[in-house]
C-alpha cells in the first residue's frame, strides 16, 4: 500500500462501498471485494484501527497508540445506509 513506510498515521476515507459490479471503481466508490481485500491486508500487516478521536489525542497531546495505527472513515452516504440496514 501507499502508506507503508510513510511516517504519520494513514487515514482511509470511504464514501461508498457497492456491491454492483457495473459501477467504475474510482477515488469515492470501491467494490466489496476489494474493500475486503483491503481489510484483509491492513489486517495481515499488523495494522490497528483507532478511531478519530484516538488520533486527535495523540496529535495534541501525545498519547499512546498501538503500532501501526490506522484510522478509517466512512462517508455520511455510507453511514445512512449502513444505518438503514439497505443492502447496495
Known amino acids: ?7 504519520g498515521i ?4 470511504y464514501h461508498e462501498i457497492t456491491t454492483d459490479d457495473t ?4 477515488d469515492t466508490v ?4 476489494n474493500f475486503r481485500e483491503e ?6 500487516h499488523g495494522y490497528h484501527p483507532i478511531g478519530l478521536h484516538e ?6 497531546s501525545g ?8 484510522v478509517l472513515t466512512f462517508g455520511r452516504r455510507l453511514e445512512k445506509r449502513t444505518q ?4 447496495s
Do not use: E, F, T
Open 1 to 7: 500500500m501507499p502508506w507503508d513506510n510513510q511516517p
Open 10 to 13: 494513514p487515514v482511509l476515507v
Open 23 to 26: 459501477r467504475q471503481p474510482g
Open 30 to 33: 470501491i467494490s466489496l471485494r
Open 39 to 44: 481489510m484483509q491486508y491492513l489486517a495481515k
Open 55 to 60: 488520533l486527535a489525542a495523540h496529535m495534541q
Open 63 to 70: 498519547s499512546p497508540v498501538p503500532s501501526r495505527p490506522i
Open 84 to 87: 438503514c440496514g439497505a443492502d
